[in-house]
Structure formats: structure tokens, C-alpha cells
């Protein structure tokens, strides 16, 4: 299906709309997940407490239960110490107890019992305390010796055994939950990720398709220019027309995927915030309760999440670049030239200057011939021209020798050729034109850059009346050289405002 116009427009508004859509969709998915794993811990946590409270208990009633035999035993009134902190500790514990297993949602009959039981405890051992300090010992040893206390610790001890494990039980459950919840997270992050890659690939396949359309209407204009004179207007006003097209397909593509692609970046900072909460909650966890965190939710947690966000933030990040270039270029090519003398010499020499840091740093000289040309032609095209060559010049220089970048000129039939050279890596002779094209790049990729550099320079070499070639082989370097008209050719009206796509 051709490219028009108004399909552009629909395929962006369209993928507009699907990435607001899932942003939106995520947005509100990670808030329930942080919620939910919110109340998941805090209900893992209230079930390690029950079960802390419930041995305190039982530790209170031991330590009643110790100070009565000691005192039966020895008589002696320093026993009953241990046994007197328990009375006093134990009405005050006793109904906080309950009241934590009913707001932990455990059995509140079954508090309410070990409650009872622990008072017929305590009224046990202080019957026999009584008998004793009132002389009557062996009325105290025969009470004991009914076995009615040890029958009352062992339901004591059974009861609070039966809660503990209940606790347990509800504790293994919500850390189950936890670890579902923690997989919620990352198959909503994951899908946020590959939601956003295929946008963005979507984006540049049509791109792509439409920058092929584009050259093979070039081709037919250069095939019409050698048959017939008119045949050579009609198709010049055609390319015309396909270049203006071009420029505002690059406003669409700049304008209508910014909006999407900046909410997917904010909401992306919005899941890096959201995992805080769940990081420190999982600390916690792990503090006061590290049985209870499992290493899945540890690893969804601290490896997975953060994994999986930086897949998407390094997705939008490039994507991001790309549409400042692409909008770059849009602007480029809708500027008005504005013809002035330009004098190479200062001109390239004050390049170098800013870039001297960089050729420091990589051990590298560089050498200016003298008696470059004053040209009249547009200064800020000419700056940007030799300034992307010279930096990618610097930026591809083979460590494994020192580098040298020599920039020399001559002046023939009207034109200027400046020659930028360097000792580089060298490009392969099969990728000296493809370097020149939107998008593409040659050799390793351990170099930033979104494969526009080259593409515009030719543009605006070819827009001041000259061009860029380039001379290269692996290992050898690579000398580039751009011929410009001394005389830029007189400025062509950019395209209007009015018939841009907003």
C-alpha cells in the first residue's frame, strides 16, 4: 500500500493512541501491584507477630509456673519474683494478644479460650502460693500433685501451638502472593517493553518504506532527465514535491510519536519509583522476618524489575535520538540559506579548537594545511559539515597507532574540495555509499551515534551546489572529501509553514 499523506496520518495518530493507551493501562497496573504487594507484606508481617506474641505468652505463664515451684520447693520468697512479673504482665498482654489474632483475621474463639486457660493457670498456681504462705504445705503439694496444672500447661501449650500454626499458614500464603504479585510487576513491565519495541520498530519500518518510495522516485527523475527537456521539469517539480513530503513525513514522524514516547518516559520513571517502596518493604521483610522472603520474590524484586525497566528506558532513550535527528534534519532543510563570505581557514581551525579535548584524550595530532579559501556560502551549513567530519574523524581513530587527521584543500572549475583524512580504522570499500543513508552505519558499533551524521552532510552539501565522497579501506583510514561551490547556488524557498502536518 502507498504512503500518502493522510495514511501517514492515521498510522501515527494510530500508534499515538496504542502507546497512550498502554502507558496509561501500565500506569494504573503498577499502582493496584504496588498496592496490593503494600497489604501482601504488611499481612506477612502481622503474622510473624502473632506468632512472636504467642511464645512471649507462653514464655509469661513458664516463667509463673518456675517461680511456683521454686517457692514450693525452697520456701524462699526471692522464687516468687519471676511468678509476680508474670501476674502483672500477663492481663496486660493477654487482651492485646486476642486482639492481634482478630485483626490478623485468625480464630478469635480459639484466643479467647488460651485466654481463659491462661487465667485457670495463673488462679492454679495462685492456690497453691496461698496454701503454702498460710502454712498448710501439704495441702499445696497435694494440689499440685493432682496433675490439674500440668494437664492445664499442656492445653496451654497445645493451643498456642494451634495458633502459631495457623499464623504460619497465613503468613506462607501471603508471601505466596507476594511472590504472584512481584510476577504481576514484571509481566507488566516486560510488556511495556515489548509494546514500546514494536512501536518503535513499526516507526521504523515506515520510515524506512518511505524513504525507499522516495528514492525510486528520484530514479525515474534521473532516468526522465536524459529523454526530454520537459519530461526533466515535470519530473524536478515531482521530486520537489517528494522532498517536500519528505520534510513534513519527518515533522509527523518528530511531532506525533514525541507525545506517546514522552509519557512512556515519565511513566518509566514512575516504575523506578513505584519499585522503591517494594525494595524497602522486601528489606524489612528480610530483617525481621527473612524466613518468609523467598528468593523468587527477592530476585523479581532487585534483578528482574530493575532489569526489565532498563530495557524500556534504554528503548525510549534511542528513540528519543532518533526523532531529535530526524526533526533536525526536517529543520535543516527548511531553512533559508543565507549566503556570506566564509573563511575556511579560521572557520575549520576553530572547530579543531572545540574538539581538542577529545584529540587529547586520544593521543592524536592534527595539522590544518594553510591557505584554505574564503568561500561565499552559508556559514552554518559549512560549519556543520566539517564539524561532523572532523569529530567522526577523531572518533574512529585506531588505538592501536597514534592518530593523525590532516584537513588540506584546492580550489578546481568553480568549486573548492576540502579533504578531511585521517590513519583510522578505515571504512570497507562495500559501505562507502551506504554510510551516506539514513540510518546506516558501518563496521563495529562501539561508538555512540544514530547513523545520521553522514546522511546530513551530503544533504547539505549537496543543497550549498557540491557534494561528499568518500576513499577508504579497512585498516588504511579514510579521507572524505566534500567539493563546495565557491559561489553557493541562489537559495530556494523552503517549504511553508501552512503546508507542514501538525
Given at each position: 500500500?502507498?504512503?500518502?499523506?493522510?495514511?501517514?496520518?492515521?498510522?501515527?495518530?494510530?500508534?499515538?493512541?496504542?502507546?497512550?493507551?498502554?502507558?496509561?493501562?501500565?500506569?494504573?497496573?503498577?499502582?493496584?501491584?504496588?498496592?496490593?504487594?503494600?497489604?501482601?507484606?504488611?499481612?506477612?508481617?502481622?503474622?510473624?507477630?502473632?506468632?512472636?506474641?504467642?511464645?512471649?505468652?507462653?514464655?509469661?505463664?513458664?516463667?509463673?509456673?518456675?517461680?511456683q515451684r521454686g517457692y514450693l520447693l525452697t520456701g524462699e520468697d526471692r522464687y516468687l519474683e519471676p511468678y509476680r512479673q508474670a501476674i502483672e504482665?500477663?492481663?496486660?498482654?493477654?487482651?492485646?494478644?486476642?486482639?492481634?489474632?482478630?485483626?490478623?483475621?485468625?480464630?478469635?474463639?480459639?484466643?479467647?479460650?488460651?485466654?481463659?486457660?491462661?487465667?485457670?493457670?495463673?488462679?492454679?498456681?495462685?492456690?497453691?502460693?496461698?496454701?503454702?504462705?498460710?502454712?498448710?504445705?501439704?495441702?499445696?503439694?497435694?494440689?499440685?500433685?493432682?496433675?490439674?496444672?500440668?494437664?492445664?500447661?499442656?492445653?496451654?501449650?497445645?493451643?498456642?501451638?494451634?495458633?502459631?500454626?495457623?499464623?504460619?499458614?497465613?503468613?506462607?500464603?501471603?508471601?505466596?502472593?507476594?511472590?504472584?504479585?512481584?510476577?504481576?510487576?514484571?509481566?507488566?513491565?516486560?510488556?511495556?517493553?515489548?509494546?514500546?519495541?514494536?512501536?518503535?520498530?513499526?516507526?521504523?519500518?515506515?520510515?524506512?518504506?518511505?524513504?525507499?518510495?522516495?528514492?525510486?522516485?528520484?530514479?525515474?527523475?534521473?532516468?526522465?532527465?536524459?529523454?526530454?527537456?520537459?519530461?526533466?521539469?515535470?519530473?524536478?517539480?515531482?521530486?520537489?514535491?517528494?522532498?517536500?513530503?519528505?520534510?513534513?513525513?519527518?515533522?509527523?514522524?518528530?511531532?506525533?510519536?514525541?507525545?506517546?514516547?514522552?509519557?512512556?518516559?515519565?511513566?518509566?520513571?514512575?516504575?523506578?519509583?513505584?519499585?522503591?517502596?517494594?525494595?524497602?518493604?522486601?528489606?524489612?521483610?528480610?530483617?525481621?522476618?527473612?524466613?518468609?522472603?523467598?528468593?523468587?520474590?527477592?530476585?523479581?524484586?532487585?534483578?528482574?524489575?530493575?532489569?526489565?525497566?532498563?530495557?524500556?528506558?534504554?528503548?525510549?532513550?534511542?528513540?528519543?535520538?532518533?526523532?531529535?535527528?530526524?526533526?533536525?534534519?526536517?529543520?535543516?532543510?527548511?531553512?533559508?540559506?543565507?549566503?556570506?563570505?566564509?573563511?575556511?581557514?579560521?572557520?575549520?581551525?576553530?572547530?579543531?579548537?572545540?574538539?581538542?579535548?577529545?584529540?587529547?584524550?586520544?593521543?592524536?595530532?592534527?595539522?590544518?594545511?594553510?591557505?584554505?579559501?574564503?568561500?561565499?556560502?552559508?556559514?552554518?551549513?559549512?560549519?556543520?559539515?566539517?564539524?561532523?567530519?572532523?569529530?567522526?574523524?577523531?572518533?574512529?581513530?585506531?588505538?592501536?597507532?597514534?592518530?593523525?587527521?590532516?584537513?588540506?584543500?584546492?580550489?578546481?572549475?568553480?568549486?573548492?574540495?576540502?579533504?578531511?583524512?585521517?590513519?583510522g580504522r578505515g571504512i570497507d570499500p562495500k559501505d562507502h555509499s551506504r554510510i551516506f543513508e539514513l540510518f546506516r552505519r558501518s563496521g563495529r558499533q562501539d561508538r555512540p551515534g544514530e547513523g545520521i551524521g553522514l546522511a546530513h552532510v551530503r544533504a547539505l552539501a549537496r543543497r550549498?551546489?557540491?557534494?561528499?565522497?568518500?576513499?577508504?579501506?579497512?585498516?588504511?583510514?579514510?579521507?572524505?572529501?566534500?567539493?563546495?561551490?565557491?559561489?553557493?547556488?541562489?537559495?530556494?524557498?523552503?517549504?511553508?509553514?501552512?503546508?507542514?502536518?501538525?
Amino acid at each position: 500500500m502507498p504512503l500518502t499523506r493522510t495514511t501517514i496520518g492515521r498510522i501515527s495518530l494510530a500508534m499515538m493512541a496504542v502507546g497512550f493507551a498502554a502507558v496509561l493501562a501500565s500506569g494504573l497496573g503498577m499502582v493496584w501491584l504496588v498496592e496490593a504487594t503494600r497489604n501482601f507484606a504488611t499481612g506477612v508481617i502481622a503474622s510473624r507477630d502473632v506468632r512472636v506474641a504467642a511464645s512471649q505468652i507462653l514464655s509469661i505463664i513458664q516463667d509463673a509456673e518456675t517461680g511456683q515451684r521454686g517457692y514450693l520447693l525452697t520456701g524462699e520468697d526471692r522464687y516468687l519474683e519471676p511468678y509476680r512479673q508474670a501476674i502483672e504482665a500477663l492481663p496486660r498482654r493477654m487482651p492485646a494478644f486476642v486482639k492481634q489474632i482478630e485483626e490478623d483475621g485468625g480464630d478469635a474463639v480459639a484466643a479467647r479460650q488460651l485466654q481463659q486457660q491462661a487465667e485457670a493457670k495463673i488462679a492454679e498456681l495462685a492456690q497453691t502460693i496461698a496454701l503454702f504462705q498460710a502454712g498448710d504445705r501439704a495441702g499445696a503439694m497435694a494440689l499440685v500433685l493432682t496433675d490439674r496444672g500440668r494437664l492445664g500447661m499442656n492445653a496451654i501449650r497445645a493451643a498456642i501451638a494451634r495458633i502459631e500454626a495457623r499464623s504460619l499458614a497465613r503468613g506462607d500464603a501471603r508471601s505466596a502472593d507476594l511472590v504472584r504479585t512481584g510476577r504481576l510487576l514484571l509481566a507488566g513491565a516486560g510488556a511495556a517493553f515489548l509494546l514500546m519495541l514494536g512501536v518503535t520498530i513499526g516507526a521504523g519500518i515506515l520510515a524506512r518504506r518511505y524513504t525507499r518510495a522516495l528514492e525510486a522516485a528520484q530514479a525515474e527523475v534521473t532516468a526522465a532527465n536524459s529523454s526530454l527537456e520537459s519530461r526533466v521539469e515535470e519530473r524536478t517539480a515531482a521530486l520537489a514535491a517528494a522532498n517536500d513530503e519528505v520534510q513534513r513525513f519527518a515533522y509527523i514522524v518528530s511531532h506525533d510519536l514525541r507525545a506517546p514516547l514522552v509519557n512512556v518516559m515519565g511513566f518509566t520513571t514512575e516504575l523506578e519509583a513505584a519499585v522503591e517502596p517494594l525494595s524497602m518493604l522486601l528489606t524489612r521483610a528480610e530483617a525481621e522476618a527473612p524466613e518468609l522472603v523467598t528468593p523468587e520474590a527477592r530476585a523479581a524484586l532487585q534483578e528482574d524489575i530493575p532489569e526489565a525497566v532498563g530495557f524500556i528506558r534504554s528503548s525510549t532513550q534511542r528513540m528519543d535520538r532518533l526523532i531529535n535527528a530526524i526533526l533536525r534534519l526536517s529543520r535543516e532543510g527548511r531553512r533559508n540559506l543565507q549566503p556570506e563570505a566564509v573563511a575556511l581557514q579560521p572557520l575549520i581551525e576553530g572547530i579543531v579548537a572545540t574538539l581538542q579535548h577529545q584529540i587529547d584524550e586520544a593521543g592524536a595530532t592534527i595539522q590544518v594545511a594553510p591557505g584554505l579559501p574564503v568561500i561565499r556560502s552559508d556559514r552554518l551549513a559549512v560549519e556543520q559539515i566539517f564539524g561532523n567530519l572532523v569529530d567522526n574523524a577523531v572518533k574512529y581513530l585506531n588505538p592501536a597507532r597514534p592518530g593523525r587527521i590532516t584537513i588540506r584543500s584546492r580550489t578546481a572549475r568553480g568549486h573548492v574540495v576540502v579533504e578531511v583524512e585521517d590513519n583510522g580504522r578505515g571504512i570497507d570499500p562495500k559501505d562507502h555509499s551506504r554510510i551516506f543513508e539514513l540510518f546506516r552505519r558501518s563496521g563495529r558499533q562501539d561508538r555512540p551515534g544514530e547513523g545520521i551524521g553522514l546522511a546530513h552532510v551530503r544533504a547539505l552539501a549537496r543543497r550549498l551546489g557540491g557534494d561528499v565522497e568518500c576513499r577508504s579501506a579497512p585498516g588504511l583510514g579514510s579521507t572524505f572529501r566534500v567539493t563546495l561551490a565557491l559561489v553557493a547556488p541562489a537559495n530556494t524557498q523552503p517549504p511553508s509553514p501552512e503546508d507542514s502536518i501538525a
